[in-house]
């Protein structure tokens, strides 16, 4: 399995605050990684580093045969390979969800506007918000608007999906409609990093687990390490996710 994305001794720092320290990871092709770990320990930068968003002081990142790392970097390049969903979901009010998908590959990448408007169609429909087409965002849900974010980055073709807490603002029944979504992408051999806090997702779609505190990567594995954590910090963790999901289930 060839790897997409390989980071090495990676460090990043915001002034003082030392936020990745020495991070080390590979993610494979059509691989499904699922990084979790508590507030403030480095997910969401990981992410962001990953699509350039943030440059880092140290180590070396290569995604999709782009090395983050030179000086050089294409960023427009890299952008074309790698699609990111953020937890709000961007949309431009004024434009139709249509137009909103159409616009980067229009924009972009020069695709034709009667090729976009069926591209548009073609992954509104896979992520079940094609009858929604010529709605504007103020007029969906919230979980609505997240399944559009996503159609947006499927429409310029990524290599690679990064999806940084998309349900964290969602109710119980907006979050399971993104998560089919993911899951259906997951299923079709999409590669895939997300940051969440769903445990039952992260261990029922991803084929590999990084768990992360303070800044590094304290234990990677399948699902099965959330059973069976060897360090007493993944425990605490997984103990304490449980009985928050458990306590918002009531």
């Not at 499904?32 to 943030?54: D, F, H, M, P, Y």
């Not at 079709?188 to 445990?199: A, D, F, P, R, Y």
């Not at 990084?210 to 963790?237: A, C």
Request: proline letters at 3%; one cysteine or more; aromatic letters at 4%.
């Amino acid at each position: 399995m060839s790897a997409v994305v390989s980071l090495s001794n990676v460090h990043k720092q915001f002034g003082a605050l030392k936020v990745l320290d020495g991070v080390s990871f590979d993610v494979g092709r059509g691989e499904v990684a699922a990084i979790i770990g508590q507030s403030g320990s480095g997910k969401s930068t990981v992410l962001r580093c990953i699509n350039a968003l943030e440059t880092i002081q140290q180590g070396t990142i290569d995604v999709c045969g782009h090395a983050l790392h030179d000086a050089g970097l294409n960023r427009r390049a890299l952008h074309l390979d790698v699609g990111i969903v953020f937890q709000s979901y961007n949309l431009f009010p004024h434009l139709t969800v249509e137009q909103n998908i159409m616009l980067a590959p229009v924009s972009v990448k020069s695709v034709p506007k009667k090729e976009a408007r069926e591209l548009a169609r073609e992954v509104l429909a896979r992520v079940g918000m094609e009858a929604k087409a010529e709605n504007y965002p103020e007029q969906l849900s919230g979980g609505q608007q997240q399944r559009v974010a996503i159609a947006r980055s499927l429409a310029m073709s990524p290599k690679l999906m990064l999806f940084d807490e998309v349900t964290s603002a969602l109710d119980p029944q907006l979050t399971g409609e993104v998560l089919r979504v993911m899951e259906d992408l997951a299923r079709g051999g999409m590669t895939m990093i997300l940051v969440t806090h769903e445990m039952a997702f992260a261990r029922k779609v991803a084929s590999k687990i990084i768990y992360m505190h303070q800044g590094k990567v304290w234990e990677t594995g399948s699902g099965e390490m959330l059973d069976q954590p060897k360090t007493p910090e993944l425990r605490n963790f997984v103990g304490g996710v449980s009985s928050d999901q458990a306590s918002a289930s009531v």
